[in-house]
């Protein structure tokens, strides 16, 4: 017979992968929100998390008391709207899913006037208080809210490209899902890197680079790839007004943080896309690019090249690219512009 901790092994790994057990302790900026709750609950069945350090300008604390009644053994802790930098001491981790979402008829870009100064905010009090934190960027417009972080950092003296990432991995669940629908294989068996930066023409999902996808072709191949760019746009039509992407984002959001914390405890080979910092096309002017990124006891370790591409992805990457630059362009500025 299966001894207690064996059977909750068995229950948390159907969910997360785990590797050698380090003490993290990780915070969530707006844990209130219709993400951030379920975010929390997932993060606390995550055996890699220590400590769950809960904050939103509302709720938090109920949010806190309810999630830290679930039978794993890490502590949790709400905090208020006054009590920023006591949520942030210490954490080794930071998601930040604080902002609006999109109501039907709006693009991620439109939320940049309201959600811009939220993020530059929170990074502003990480910076200070957690400079050493790895920040995971969830609010939109994520192309431009993670350049606003990485000013903001800049401006303390606190950059660490290594420890910024814009979370894509929805684009990346989306993508082996849709493609596994249309293949009839398990989503394990069709996972599509998803490169470019993460809205419409931007997200740019690499078909050719799966066995089973490869040859999807034609009409099938447009309306899959559609499908991936524009996924949040069917979500923010179907909830018709209360919001957009929230169970499946914190899904999402679960699993890159668990990749993270599995580098950070030493695993090697943990391999995803995200949007970091990137080499690869600053001859293009782009300073952030999401691709194939190796995680490690420092964040990024390996940021992989996008790799064979089709005729077709070719194009979708000539389509991504200047848009990206306008959204990163834009986050800058509006740092730039802030007293
Ligand atoms: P929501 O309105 O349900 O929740 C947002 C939460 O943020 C609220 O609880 C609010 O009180 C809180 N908040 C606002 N200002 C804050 C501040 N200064 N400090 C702390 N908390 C603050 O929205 P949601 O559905 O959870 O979406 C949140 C964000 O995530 C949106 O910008 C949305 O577009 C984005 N999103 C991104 C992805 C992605 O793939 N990266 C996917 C889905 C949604
Ligand atoms: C998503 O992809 O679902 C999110 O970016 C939310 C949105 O506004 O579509």
């Given at each position: 017979?299966?001894?207690?901790?064996?059977?909750?092994?068995?229950?948390?790994?159907?969910?997360?992968?785990?590797?050698?057990?380090?003490?993290?302790k990780?915070?969530?900026?707006?844990?209130?929100?219709?993400?951030?709750?379920?975010?929390?609950?997932l993060?606390?069945?995550?055996?890699l998390?220590?400590?769950?350090?809960?904050?939103?300008?509302r709720g938090a604390?109920?949010?806190?008391?309810?999630?830290s009644?679930?039978?794993?053994?890490?502590?949790?802790?709400?905090?208020?709207?006054?009590?920023?930098?006591?949520?942030l001491?210490?954490?080794?981790?930071?998601?930040?899913?604080?902002?609006?979402?999109?109501?039907?008829?709006?693009?991620?870009?439109?939320l940049?006037?309201?959600?811009?100064?939220?993020v530059?905010?929170?990074?502003?009090?990480?910076?200070?208080?957690?400079?050493?934190?790895?920040?995971?960027?969830?609010?939109?417009?994520?192309?431009s809210?993670?350049?606003i972080?990485a000013?903001?950092?800049?401006?303390?003296?606190?950059?660490?490209?290594?420890?910024?990432?814009?979370?894509?991995?929805?684009?990346?669940?989306?993508?082996?899902?849709?493609?596994?629908?249309?293949?009839?294989?398990?989503?394990?068996?069709?996972?599509?890197?998803?490169?470019?930066?993460?809205?419409?023409?931007?997200i740019?999902?690499?078909?050719?680079?799966n066995?089973?996808?490869?040859?999807?072709?034609?009409?099938?191949?447009?309306?899959?790839?559609?499908r991936?760019?524009?996924?949040?746009?069917?979500?923010?039509?179907?909830?018709?007004?209360?919001g957009?992407?929230?169970?499946s984002?914190?899904y999402?959001?679960?699993?890159?943080?668990?990749?993270?914390?599995?580098?950070?405890?030493?695993?090697?080979?943990?391999?995803?896309?995200?949007?970091?910092?990137?080499?690869?096309?600053?001859?293009?002017?782009?300073?952030?690019?999401?691709?194939?990124?190796?995680?490690?006891?420092?964040?990024?370790?390996?940021?992989h090249?996008?790799?064979?591409?089709?005729?077709?992805?070719?194009?979708?990457?000539?389509a991504?690219?200047?848009?990206?630059?306008?959204?990163?362009?834009?986050?800058?500025?509006?740092?730039?512009?802030?007293?």
């Amino acid at each position: 017979m299966l001894s207690r901790a064996s059977l909750r092994t068995l229950t948390v790994s159907r969910h997360f992968s785990t590797s050698a057990r380090r003490e993290t302790k990780v915070a969530v900026l707006g844990a209130g929100g219709g993400i951030g709750q379920p975010l929390s609950l997932l993060l606390k069945s995550d055996p890699l998390v220590s400590s769950l350090s809960l904050y939103d300008i509302r709720g938090a604390p109920g949010v806190a008391a309810d999630v830290s009644h679930v039978d794993t053994a890490s502590e949790v802790k709400g905090y208020a709207a006054d009590q920023l930098d006591q949520a942030l001491e210490g954490v080794k981790v930071v998601v930040i899913p604080a902002g609006v979402p999109r109501k039907p008829g709006m693009t991620r870009d439109d939320l940049f006037n309201t959600n811009a100064s939220i993020v530059r905010d929170l990074a502003a009090s990480v910076g200070r208080v957690a400079p050493d934190a790895h920040i995971l960027v969830i609010s939109n417009p994520v192309n431009s809210t993670v350049p606003i972080v990485a000013e903001t950092l800049k401006k303390l003296g606190v950059f660490d490209p290594r420890k910024l990432f814009g979370v894509t991995t929805l684009d990346v669940v989306r993508a082996a899902r849709f493609v596994g629908e249309i293949t009839n294989k398990e989503p394990s068996e069709t996972p599509i890197t998803v490169v470019g930066g993460h809205s419409g023409p931007t997200i740019v999902p690499l078909l050719s680079q799966n066995a089973a996808a490869k040859g999807v072709n034609g009409e099938v191949y447009e309306k899959v790839v559609h499908r991936i760019q524009y996924g949040g746009d069917e979500v923010v039509k179907a909830k018709d007004g209360a919001g957009s992407a929230t169970l499946s984002m914190a899904y999402a959001g679960a699993k890159f943080t668990n990749s993270l914390l599995r580098g950070l405890n030493g695993e090697k080979g943990v391999i995803t896309p995200t949007f970091v910092k990137s080499p690869l096309y600053e001859d293009k002017g782009i300073e952030f690019f999401s691709s194939n990124v190796e995680l490690g006891p420092n964040g990024v370790e390996k940021i992989h090249p996008v790799g064979p591409l089709s005729a077709e992805e070719e194009k979708l990457l000539e389509a991504c690219i200047p848009e990206l630059k306008k959204n990163i362009e834009k986050g800058k500025a509006f740092v730039a512009q802030s007293a």
